[in-house]
């Protein structure tokens, strides 16, 4: 069958983003702007959310690419989007398709009692967009550049983690002698330390020094096996604190009086999770 | 990732229960709008347009019931 003529017609953008990263550390020819910077966002179509459930493809990554590319399209290969960008896209698709709020479940602490808030994703979009990406940190006298991971590195490094997780869990496993399980335990182990120090390396751009700049990974990766545990550990601390900042804070919740006399505490704080289950149905 | 591999399986199986639930909600549309609407327009329907297609739906069997007419 052709395709149909009017398919461009289908859907109309709902909403327009603007990207955490300000569209910054896409590679040429990955991402269309508007004048205005945004991107227009487009509703899911039923194929989107067909994709949006199948396990194998969500576990690789595929589904999200696909899903993105679909609703919008002016980013060309989700793939080399930064990963800080992914929570608002998400974020954004959602509201294009099921409208701002979303129903989060929780239990009263103390008392056990389940109880539906309403949350509106547009304020969490809006605090994820206001945050700046610090792509800097002066070590001693060398100048580090970050940039963030990509989408594609990112599910490359969850899947190996994923992989060497499972084998983790297979350890524990009473047909083995100790002395084998010691012996996986600790190649498994040294694997899991290999990948995140990968990722550190990954996420430096560039090293300033007081005479030139050196951005050739290998010679990252060298300088990084070879430096002292503090130029690690600052690293890795700014790096948690950049994904901190494009983390989504949990909601706090002020408990009812009946609750309160009842055990339950003044407020609490619920974390927004999004999961397969809240983020991506319908009914809220 | 904490689950287990039975909370996979279980995941995957109400995932694969919601694709199925999906795919009956887009046939049911197709053959309730007598062919106006094909397969591939429903698959390229948003989460809103089906809705409304579902309320047309809805009115013309209402209709149907009240005239005593063949449902159009």
């Known amino acids: ?284 | 990732m904490t689950w287990t591999t039975d909370q996979i399986l279980a995941e995957v199986k109400v995932l694969d229960d919601q694709v199925k639930g999906f795919k009956q909600e887009l046939f049911k549309i197709c053959w309730y709008m007598r062919g106006s609407v094909t397969l591939n327009d429903a698959y390229l329907m948003s989460a809103e347009d089906r809705e409304l297609v579902a309320e047309i739906i809805k009115e013309n069997l209402d209709t149907t019931k009240k005239s005593g007419m063949p449902f159009f």
């Open chain 1, 1 to 284: 069958m052709s395709e149909n003529p009017l398919k461009g017609y289908f859907r109309q953008p709902k909403i327009y983003l603007t990207l955490p990263s300000q569209a910054k550390y896409y590679p040429p020819g990955t991402v269309e702007l508007t004048e205005t910077g945004e991107l227009p966002v487009y509703p899911m179509t039923a194929t989107d959310e067909i994709a949006i459930k199948t396990p194998d493809a969500l576990l690789n990554g595929q589904s999200t690419v696909d899903v993105i590319q679909s609703c919008i399209p002016a980013i060309k290969n989700a793939w080399h989007m930064p990963n800080l960008d992914l929570d608002a896209i998400l974020i954004a698709i959602r509201i294009a398709t099921y409208g701002e709020m979303m129903e989060v479940e929780t239990k009263v602490p103390n008392i056990g009692e389940e109880r539906t808030y309403e949350v509106d994703l547009r304020q969490i979009l809006d605090g994820l967009v206001s945050n700046e990406f610090e792509e800097t940190v002066q070590i001693d006298n060398l100048l580090v550049h970050i940039a963030p991971m990509t989408y594609q590195q990112f599910t490359k490094n969850a899947l190996k983690t994923f992989e060497e997780q499972r084998i983790f869990s297979l350890v524990d496993n009473d047909n083995i002698t100790e002395e084998e399980k010691i012996a996986r335990f600790n190649k498994s182990f040294k694997k899991l330390t290999a990948l995140t120090v990968g990722m550190v390396t990954d996420s430096i751009s560039a090293i300033e020094t007081d005479e030139q700049t050196v951005n050739d990974p290998t010679h990252i990766k060298e300088f990084l096996d070879n430096a002292d545990k503090k130029f690690y550990n600052t690293i890795v601390k700014h790096i948690e604190a950049q994904k901190e900042k494009f983390s989504i804070k949990p909601l706090v919740v002020n408990c009812e009086p009946e609750d309160i006399e009842n055990g339950a505490p003044e407020s609490y704080e619920v974390p927004i999770i999004f999961d397969q289950s809240n983020f991506f149905a319908q009914g809220s």
